[in-house]
């Protein structure tokens, strides 16, 4: 009897454990699917927490070689390469100079923009890319009112010297 | 300012080169001849992704408290995709001196083809108020130039009760 009682028992532990689960999964799903839009958060408390990097832009294929500059998944040449390939060309027609390439650190690379953000870590290795244009300004998202008809006299990229991706540009009077 | 833009395959800027892409970028204007520099941020898909699935919460304020004037700004993103948080960014432009006096609310459409814009909502419209976010209460003046992408209230802000700061829609199908 005793048996029986035990049995039953833990019979009905397992259904209560099952109906919970079921039950558990069904509010998951529904929260999964549901089109409620999210909670908007107050923005000020946006900063604290996740992932403060985003990768960038997908640009020059990281590889590994024994001609890739010390700590890069590249080279000075895989830029070239990208320029030439991918690269925007000046207002002329002409492919743009390039003025210089380094490898830096990203407070470096900052200070070469006079302190833009490049997004990532003061010691992690970046390359920054200098060019003479002149480059079209179109695809600026300035305020309404100012002029894009000059174009600009030249232009920086930051690229992640681990992964390739494109981390920021400018264009410059 | 930051948004989604499309990219020609080969456009500076670009988040996936190579491809014609639509991207979340923000970008700062910098003071004192300091440029205009565009930081990719995520890669929703190419020419024609279907953004609906996507709630963006994209925000800037300033970093340290001080609301009224900084040169430090925080650059935070949340997307969320079909109601799931999708990805989150915090950035920041920095060395950038402002001291915000107004929001301006919609969209612009640039191209050297034929393009068109489906309708986007703008609604919770707020503003730092001095001690917390204040919801938009007047419709603001009207400063677009050369439309599209037009522009309309589809609910005016009000300051009455139970005012969310209203919903501006713009669209471009010309």
Redesign the interface.
């Known amino acids: 009897m005793n048996r029986l009682k035990l049995r039953f028992g833990i019979l009905l532990l397992f259904a209560i454990v099952v109906v919970g689960v079921v039950a558990f999964t069904s509010q998951s799903t529904r929260a ?7 909670h ?5 408390s ?2 604290q ?6 990768p ?4 020059i294929s990281p590889h590994a070689s024994a001609n890739n500059a010390p700590g890069a998944a590249f080279s000075q040449q895989d830029v070239i390469d ?1 320029l030439n ?4 060309p000046t207002t002329n027609g002409t492919p743009p100079k390039i003025l210089s390439i380094q490898f830096v650190t990203a407070k470096q690379a ?1 200070d070469l ?5 490049v ?1 990532r870590p003061d010691n992690y290795l970046v390359c920054y890319v200098k060019l003479q244009g002149p ?1 079209s ?10 002029s894009l008809e000059k174009d ?1 006299a030249w ?1 920086d990229m930051v690229f992640d010297a681990s992964t390739g ?9 | 300012v930051r948004g989604i833009s499309t990219y020609d395959a080969n456009q500076r800027f670009n988040c996936h080169y190579g491809y014609n892409s639509t991207c979340m970028y923000w970008a700062d204007n910098r003071p004192n001849g300091g440029g205009y520099y565009e930081h990719a941020v995520y890669t929703l898909g190419g020419y024609g992704v279907s953004l609906d699935p996507y709630l963006i919460d994209f925000a800037v304020h300033s970093a340290g408290g001080n609301y009224t004037s900084t040169n430090t700004w925080n650059v935070s993103l949340n997307l969320y995709a079909n109601g799931s948080l999708a990805a989150q960014f915090n950035q920041q432009s920095t060395n950038n001196q402002m001291s915000p006096s107004t929001i301006t609310i919609g969209s612009e459409v640039s191209d050297t083809h034929a393009s068109t814009s489906d309708h986007t909502d703008y609604q919770y419209n707020q503003w730092y108020c001095g001690s917390a976010w204040c919801y938009q209460t007047t419709t603001g003046t009207d400063t677009s130039t050369s439309p599209p992408p037009y522009g309309y209230w589809r609910i005016n802000p009000c300051n009455c009760q139970g005012n969310t700061g209203g919903a501006f829609t713009t669209y471009d199908h010309s």
């Open positions: 999964v699917t549901s089109t409620k839009p999210p908007v958060p107050d923005p000020s946006m900063f927490g996740g992932n403060p990097y985003p960038g832009g997908t640009a990208f390939k991918d690269g925007e900052s923009m006079q302190g833009e953000s997004g480059f300004r179109r695809g600026e998202h300035v305020p309404s009112g100012v600009a232009e991706n494109l981390l920021v540009g400018g264009l410059h009077p």
